[in-house]
């Protein structure tokens, strides 16, 4: 009987906690939505962005067999089937999500050499990134560019797996 009385009574307390805990989650999720709605704006659809972040819209192209083999400008090989890309304005090292605005396709590279060195264009993709994002026969396309640092982390969980993907084949 007492073995009874005290197994009823770890089930109760565990259980109590256990729906304690699921509350508590629920509460901190909530909070987490609140901070999001003050300060991420929604850019895109399910994409929310730090209302004072930096981003760029404009157009990409795509750059790869002649540079292949040769050194970056933060001292790497030029791989075209590694997902980078070249920018004036980001710092060597920064992870981006290129948006394409045209077929809602997106990428994650990183940044690691400079350019592009054509007027009116933002950023250069390997042959990997515009192949991932369908820029690779047409040669440019409008693109969003969004510092990774400045995603809500609703989207980072949202799109977790193919960011996760995408930075692996950055290496």
Known sequence: MKILLILVVITLSFSRTFIWHETLRDYHEFKLYIKEEEVYKEFIKHIKVK??????????????????????????????FKLTAASRTLPLG?????????NGKFVVVRINDRGPYIDGRIIDLSFAAAFEIGLYRKGIGEVLVIPLKCLSPST???FYDELVKDILKTY
């Open 51 to 80: 209302k004072n972040c930096k981003i760029e819209r404009g157009i990409a192209s795509w750059y790869g067999p002649k540079f292949h083999g040769r050194k970056t400008a933060n001292g790497e090989i030029f791989n075209l």
């Open 94 to 102: 920064t992870y981006v999500l290129v948006y394409n605005l045209e």
């Open 156 to 158: 980072q969980l949202r």
